[in-house]
């Protein structure tokens, strides 16, 4: 599976605890993250990753035309609902592919853990059928 991560700057942090606790599920796994998130999940633990532009630099934007081509099977985007960004109607636009591909996606911790439960228990294996 072709798993997306992006995540806000108030929850890199949380992110890169995420992916050390589902290391081994996620090693699985194709990755590819926007540029900052992929760098720092990648020295935290040691996947490898797929790293496009920084996010408010274009990468939520490349992986946004991945979803678009449904190339991503899992998008993991840890947003922080406190803080207005910039970016947010691009946001707004990458949710929407996802939601017009059938594409899981978690904008927060618990949604997160029942998505990676669920790949782990290959719940999720009608991703690769579509293709």
Known sequence: MNIALIAHDEKKELMVQ???????????NNLCATGTTGKMVSEATGLTIQKFLAGSQGGSQQIAARIACNEIDMLLFFRDPLSPKPNEPNDMNMLR??????????????TAEVLIHGLERGDLDWRNILK
């Open 18 to 28: 995420f992916c050390i606790a589902y290391c081994g599920v996620l090693s699985r």
């Open 97 to 110: 592919l996802c939601d017009m591909h059938n594409i899981p996606v978690a904008t927060n911790i618990a």
